[in-house]
């Protein structure tokens, strides 16, 4: 099978190594700038996104777009925010050769709502999409730590070959059917993530953070529904899988930047300095936009947007969670 995965950053280059072990798999890199192209032929690393981890010979790496035609399988690794304008250049060659494709991105985009795989399909022409998500930090899955995510397509042949194209004995895959459910779960955990790291860097402690994930997920599970994921994808992988390891783990970007904010490090600066695409800081405005409009309670969001949009104090923000109106754990959720 030829794979060409689209976009060199952590996830696309993580995803390129795993598919390369594959001796039935010939996988081809593509990056949008030609100088990280030849960076990456020449030293045989992403020094960039992630350093440290080694390229097998087996990867062809190219910024020309010629050899995308031959794809019987694309691999989407733009990061939403850029995925769009990242793929448009591309329309035409991808519209020719509707294969299927995996997309690998966490997100919503900004100005139309839309998840990934209907931004995919929008631009580069209708096609099967299925979306491989879950606890799968690149830093890890890229160095054969154990990581086990699912699959999600509606199309139950497709996704049983995907299972089995990425499937090693350190990457575990598993199916699910909802698309929706698995696609939401990967971008609002990245919202909590935000609130994660706001409390790291005030320096709440384990209580706290034992809260904000366990409240988060009601959060994420009530906004996730009330637009058409199922209810038990937001308890796997995707949804509280991926949830604990963005409020964790030391790799995430989105806890990261919350970190910064709750020490009292302003956004632009944050976002300056920083490699990697925090997905959370637009998803959050995406997500808060659409919970108001269809009048979802989402008090956690909407307190890490007052912080990233309206310049609120997080601690202010934290008590105004604090001190809303008491209520049963379980009335309405």
């Not at 997100?107 to 709502?113: A, M, P, Q, V």
């Not at 009292?264 to 800081?281: F, H, K, N, S, Y």
């Amino acid at each position: 099978m030829r794979v060409a995965v689209l976009g060199a950053g952590a996830m696309g280059t993580a995803c390129a190594r795993l598919l390369a072990t594959k001796e039935t798999v010939s996988v081809l890199l593509w990056c949008r700038r030609g100088e990280l192209a030849e960076q990456l032929r020449r030293r045989r690393e992403n020094h960039v996104y992630l350093p440290g981890v080694r390229l097998p010979e087996q990867i062809t790496i190219t910024a020309e777009t010629a050899p995308l035609r031959e794809a019987d399988l694309y691999v989407v690794a733009i990061p939403c925010v850029h995925l769009r304008s990242g793929l448009t250049p591309l329309a035409g060659l991808l519209r020719a050769n509707p294969a299927p494709a995996v997309s690998v991105i966490k997100g919503l985009e900004r100005e139309t709502f839309l998840r990934p795989s209907q931004i995919i399909c929008e631009v580069a022409g209708q096609r099967p999409v299925a979306v491989l998500s879950g606890p799968s930090h690149a830093e890890e899955f890229s160095r054969d730590l154990p990581t086990t995510v699912v699959v999600a397509c509606q199309d139950e042949r497709l996704a049983r070959q995907i299972q089995q194209l990425f499937a090693t004995r350190r990457f575990r895959v598993y199916t699910n059917p909802d698309v929706v459910g698995v696609e939401l779960a990967g971008a609002l955990k990245n919202v909590i993530g935000i609130a994660a790291g706001v409390c790291d860097g005030l320096k709440f402690g384990d209580n706290a953070k034992a809260s904000l994930l366990t409240r988060g997920l009601v959060e994420i599970t009530r906004f996730g529904t009330a637009l058409g994921g199922l209810r038990e994808t937001f308890w796997g992988l995707a949804g509280l899988g991926d949830l604990i390891t963005t409020c964790v783990s030391p790799y995430g970007r989105n806890r990261s930047v919350g970190e910064a904010l709750g020490r009292g490090e302003p956004l632009d600066q944050i976002l300056a300095r920083m490699q990697a695409v925090p997905e959370g800081v637009w998803t959050c405005k995406t997500v808060h936009d659409i919970a108001r409009a269809r009048g979802i309670e989402m008090p956690i969001t909407e307190q890490v947007y007052r912080v990233l949009y309206e310049g609120a104090d997080p601690l202010a923000a934290v008590d105004a969670l604090m001190t809303r109106e008491l209520k049963a754990e379980h009335a309405a959720d």
